[in-house]
């Protein structure tokens, strides 16, 4: 299976890593061989159309800082426009960062590669959440499959559990943690006893922030994560107008201690129900989705089932990685089933 790849930052280079580790066991399991035909970052291009070597393409990264200076395989000026017309391959991983105002750079990657007739895997949550409906049509009329399992959840299968597992029973209500930033900033505020600009500053460091933390606190993140459930667990046709979004900025850490005396948590909740809505809410101690850390957790409320909850690492390069894996393997294995 030939692949491009648009993006080469921290989700892109853990796809290659992944890839390298389990490239043998995942071609005996499941038939999957997949080429890296092109990989696009903010330098340019580098190009095999027989398979780029994905250790050395990491290495290239690390030490010149972009893949298009790769020797002979490297195009300083090449565009993702220009690779996912010109060159052959039959899906494209997008993973571009989030950008919710305009969607871009990856809106327009994503429209590109569908109309190209490319099968398109992403996690880049500002497409998805401004334009899903639209997109998904897009890639129906043009036959092709549209995947973005690492948009919620990071590693943990939350979109899989709602659209497939969960397939007989009718979902009434998703509420949850779906931002690993927030959530720590909130512990450690509590734990620590700091002020929110300090706890902030502890997740920039650690690099759990967005490259804009507004994302995060603000619950932009969480925003877009409730849009692309809402849409392809539940079948609403909704983008981020229609959430109303309240975050974390102005909590103090006294709120947190007033919650604490009562034997309650303030959590940054995502809940979709009547309405599509993220605010700080108080969350009893002893209540499953009270997790701490950067841990996510999602409750499903079913109609016959009952409530179901998934705890676990929504974040994080390796875990987004697996993910993207997940999106190949289904693919492939669709694909597979037509013929
Ligand atoms: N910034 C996000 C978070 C990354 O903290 O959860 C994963 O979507």
């Not at 391959?89 to 190209?116: F, Q, R, W």
């Not at 690099?207 to 993140?221: M, N, R, T, V």
């Not at 109609?303 to 179901?308: I, Q, S």
Request: aromatic fraction near 6%.
């Amino acid at each position: 299976m030939r692949i491009i790849l648009l993006g080469f930052g921290v989700v892109g280079q853990s796809f290659l890593k992944l890839l390298t580790h389990r490239y043998n066991e995942i071609a005996s399991f499941y038939g999957l061989k997949p080429r890296i035909v092109a990989i696009v970052d903010r330098g340019g291009a580098a190009i095999d159309e027989r398979g780029l070597d994905m250790e050395k393409m990491l290495e290239f990264k690390k030490t010149m800082g972009s893949i298009s200076k790769a020797n002979d395989k490297g195009f300083p000026d090449l565009t993702a426009e220009e690779v996912i017309k010109k060159i052959d391959a039959e899906v494209v991983i997008e993973v571009t960062p989030t950008n919710i105002i305009s969607g871009e750079p990856g809106l327009t990657n994503i429209e590109n590669s569908i109309k190209s007739g490319k099968h398109v895997i992403t996690t880049n949550k500002g497409p998805l959440a401004l334009a899903l409906p639209a997109l998904m049509d897009l890639a129906e009329y043009n036959g092709v499959y549209l995947r973005f399992s690492g948009t919620v959840g990071g590693g943990m299968p939350v979109l899989d559990l709602g659209k497939k597992c969960l397939i007989a029973d009718k979902i009434i209500a998703i509420r949850g943690i779906l931002n690993g930033t927030t959530n720590y900033i909130l512990t450690e505020m509590i734990e620590k006893r700091i002020e929110f600009n300090e706890a902030l500053k502890k997740a920039q460091d650690l690099g759990y922030a967005e490259k804009d933390p507004s994302l995060d606190i603000d619950g932009f993140d969480t925003a877009c994560k409730l849009v692309i459930m809402a849409n392809w667990i539940m079948g609403k046709k909704v983008t981020l107008k229609d959430v109303k979004i309240n975050g974390i900025r102005n909590l103090a850490l006294k709120d947190l201690i007033d919650a604490d005396k009562n034997g309650n948590a303030i959590k940054l909740i995502g809940s979709i129900n009547k309405n599509i809505e993220v605010k700080p809410r108080e969350v009893s101690k002893r209540d499953i989705l009270c997790v701490h850390g950067t841990l996510n957790a999602v409750t499903f409320v079913s109609e016959f089932a009952g409530e179901e909850t998934l705890i676990g690492r929504g974040a994080g390069g390796m875990e987004t990685a697996s993910a993207i894996l997940r999106d190949l393997i289904d693919i492939k294995t669709n694909l597979s089933k037509k013929f």
